[in-house]
């Protein structure tokens, strides 16, 4: 009950080189708490693989929980279509407290977009069915909650703490 | 997670779900068989209140579009009361029932195979019941993992897929 499915594509929004040896795939909520604190132990995680980790990222908005999540993830891939989606995943990320839809266009214009037809987009939901197929994708591959992470299409169970996940991917890239 | 997919069903597929009826608000009931003619889910689960992000009911609640489209009806079941279950179903905006298995306490978790006696409340286990009101499928968590939707929804797949044949 814990497999990628489907597969990393070129549908995905995704860091670092298609041939690395390790993939690490997110489902997350950009207005969760635990994913707001995997966030940093992520870009560490980057940090320390270089090019030998691939990280991407899948929306995953608990939206009766967390209002604002799927206007957020919509937003993200608003700012995706413009070359955008890892800035604003990391403005959505250091700003989980104001996702409201003026603060939302107010981020796309900060990273040089045009707020206007961002925040209309967004409103519009113009972009929400790459949001929920990334959902129905990760409810399909055994998603439980936020953040849920695979490493190279496994599902991984362990704690979201940098020693424990670094250790997974090292583990990993030697396979 | 268990190596072999049938290691943590329940009861055999084919056996026939129990029926019951528990009270699921104020002067109101549910009974299993007047569900009969579509598919049911039944969670049970140790207790309302766990904690948000990772909770089981938080993420069906999500998925609920997905299982209406198999045209299946998801019932949660603990040993809260009804206005535990109520207060906890507006709190989190449940859109599917709760039941109350509180007086006798646990019984139908117990006619389940889903009570813990030793500490007074349910074990997490999923069941997807058939048309016919037989199940199908059957699953128990380990003690304090979320078993996610996508066994609920492969067992729907295979009902659907059954039925087309």
Redesign the interface.
Known sequence: ??DLTPPVSSADHAEGPPDAPVTLVEYG?FQ???CGHAFPIVHALQKAMGNRMRFVFRHFP????HPDAEPAAEMAEAAGTKGKFWPMHTMLFTHQNALDLDHLAGYAGKLGLDAAWAGDAVAKHEFLDKVKRD??SG????????PTFFINGMRY?GAYEYEAMLQAVEAAAAD | ?AAD?NASSIFPAGTRAPDFTLPSGLGTTVSLKQYRGTPVILAFYPADWSP?????L??F???LD?FKEHDAQLIGISVDGIFCHMAFAEA????FPLLADFEPKGAVSTLYDSYRKDVGYSKRTLFVIDDQGLIAWSYLSPEG???????I?KALDSLKNGAAK
Do not use: I, W, Y
């Open positions: 009950m814990s909520d969760c708490p635990h608990l939206t009766q929980a959902f129905k409810v399909r591959s055994g998603v439980n909650g936020t169970d | 997670m997919p948000v992000c990772g909770d089981e938080a993420l609640n999500e998925v997905e989190r905006k449940l859109r993992s979320n078993p996610g939707a996508d066994g929804l």
